[in-house]
């Protein structure tokens, strides 16, 4: 028996996989970048006007989708974002169905 997933309209490649995928790119591409205003605006030992003015500088030239909590944690075949276990990156749903049809090695449903 072939595997096939489920008929859905957001199964594989959805908007929301889509966008995330671009927000963890942006996150590493700008980890250095916070690091750096991030120290530069908790230093005191640098004039308040100063820090200000870092601060100004960071809320314009690095994008707010570069926050590492603006990252979600997605199903990898549906993208539902709510109930994704983070072992194998499956929603609740999808792992339960897959299980179920005996294409997780090693999980069974448990039933008594």
């Known amino acids: 028996m072939k595997f096939k997933l489920p008929q859905y309209a957001?199964?594989?490649?959805?908007?929301?996989?889509v966008k995330d995928h671009v927000r963890r790119l942006l996150v590493e591409q700008h980890e250095v970048d916070r690091q750096v205003f991030k120290a530069?605006?908790?230093?005191?030992?640098?004039?308040?006007d100063i820090?200000?003015?870092?601060?100004?500088?960071?809320?314009?030239e690095v994008p707010r989708d570069s926050a590492p909590n603006r990252v979600v944690n997605r199903c990898v075949l549906t993208g539902r974002a709510r109930g994704?276990?983070?072992?194998a990156r499956l929603s609740r749903i999808m792992l339960r169905q897959l299980a179920h049809n005996g294409f997780l090695p090693g999980v069974a449903k448990a039933s008594w």
């Not at 820090?51 to 314009?60: C, G, I, K, P, S």
Request: glycine residues 6%; proline residues 3%; without cysteine.
């Open 51 to 60: 820090r200000l003015q870092v601060q100004r500088l960071f809320e314009t």
């Open 10 to 17: 957001f199964v594989l490649g959805s908007r929301g996989n």
């Open 40 to 48: 530069m605006t908790t230093d005191k030992s640098l004039p308040l």
């Open 84 to 87: 994704v276990q983070r072992f």
